[in-house]
């Protein structure tokens, strides 16, 4: 008797072969998933146990297949290539892995930039202008030939047959708005903004210093066009002495980094430097030369028309009452800088604020002046102590 004879029986043979491919269905899936998880945590596995790599730099490929680096453990080593890496990647400068065991180059790594350099204030495009700084016109003018030109119109100079200036000192008190130009500067110019304050570069590592220089204007290169900005230069800048300790040594060092850099066999043509300080006296003549730092420009205490452009600039998106005369407090601040009259017209402000105004009057601005100018009074006795 058949199958067809009974629909039920055949039915349920149906039915359960249906069910069975279902089931062998899923197993397979599992199989795939599992055998994933498998080769996934057998991965992690080998991670957990394998040795680590040595960071190295290397320094040359040697003809017999070899290559020459400097290790992050101090030597340098003469080392194998594995076969597995692409001896066309091997140059000098490059970021390699080596064994643990056989010091052999083992991987190429990527390239990366420096924490500390990351660290550092690095900005795309300043959102800072020219239109933002006042009393400064002679300064910006100079700036203009000496930076912008040469990142914005480089064929001017090669039809002269002249080469623009590879460095630019900023010197005058403090507050005078040095940062500022250079902010502007850079976005003037469409260029990367790295500012870097001077002693960051002194570390009490032997090299570190010069290790850091190197790093900030390799990372420039890559940025370019860039403006490097050195704020307080003399923290590395200082005249050099023939007997020191092991300390200023180091700090020679890191200056002699810098001019090598500034001089150096890559072309700055899209990276451009400045520098800023207070004390331009105390620097060493190697970086005041021609061919380093070649214009000076000094960045003094606004006088009147200037101090008035700045309280211009600074109230203008303040609401002023009408008897507001800031000609009479351009002419009643002689001898305060740009960051001086900043802090007076935000400390009127929150004198308006305190009596619950929206707007700002005259005598709030005598309040103002009268506390700014006690504040610089009493900074200037804290100097002679």
Not at 44 to 70: F, M, N, Q, T, Y
Request: aromatic share 6%; no cysteine.
């Amino acid at each position: 008797m058949s199958l067809s004879s009974h629909p039920e029986k055949s039915d349920y043979v149906d039915d359960e072969i249906a069910r069975l491919r279902e089931r062998v269905r899923y197993l397979t899936q599992l199989k795939i998933t599992l055998e994933r998880d498998l080769e996934y945590y057998r991965k992690e596995l080998d991670k957990l146990l394998s040795p680590p790599h040595i960071e190295a730099v290397v320094l040359e490929v040697l003809e017999d297949g070899r290559a020459v680096v400097k290790s992050t453990t101090g030597p340098n080593l003469i080392v194998n290539i594995a076969a597995s890496v692409d001896v066309s990647k091997l140059r000098p400068g490059v970021i390699v892995g080596l064994n643990n065991r056989g010091s052999t180059i083992v991987e190429v790594l990527p390239k990366r930039v420096d924490p500390l350099v990351k660290a550092m204030e690095v900005i795309e495009k300043p959102d800072v202008t020219f239109d933002d700084i006042g009393g400064l016109k002679e300064q910006i003018r100079e700036l203009h030939e000496a930076v912008v030109l040469p990142l914005v119109k480089p064929k001017i100079f090669k039809e002269l047959g002249i080469d623009p200036p590879k460095g630019v000192l900023l010197y005058g008190p403090p507050g005078t708005g040095k940062t500022l130009l250079a902010k502007a500067v850079a976005s003037t110019s469409n260029a990367v903004f790295i500012r870097v304050v001077a002693s960051e570069f002194v570390n009490k590592f032997i090299g570190e210093g010069a290790r850091l220089v190197r790093e900030v204007f390799r990372y420039a290169r890559e940025k370019a066009p860039a403006i490097v900005f050195i704020d307080e230069i003399d923290a590395i800048g200082s005249r050099r002495i023939d007997m020191g300790t092991s300390g200023d040594r180091e700090v020679q060092r890191t200056l002699l980094q810098l001019l090598a850099e500034i001089d150096g066999f890559e072309p700055l043509s899209n990276v451009k430097v400045i520098a800023a300080t207070n004390r331009v006296d105390l620097l060493d003549p190697a970086l005041l030369r021609p061919g380093r730092f070649d214009r000076l420009i000094e960045v003094p205490l606004p006088d009147y028309k200037g101090r008035l452009e700045i309280l211009k600039i600074h109230t203008r998106r303040m609401k002023l009452g009408k008897d507001v005369n800031l000609d009479y407090i351009a002419r009643a601040t002689e001898g305060f800088s740009g960051a001086d009259l900043k802090a007076l017209v935000t400390e009127a402000g929150y004198f308006a604020i305190r009596e619950g105004r929206s707007y700002v009057v005259g005598a709030d601005f005598e309040k103002a002046l009268e506390k700014v100018g006690a504040r610089k009074k009493r900074g200037r006795s804290l100097t002679h102590l």
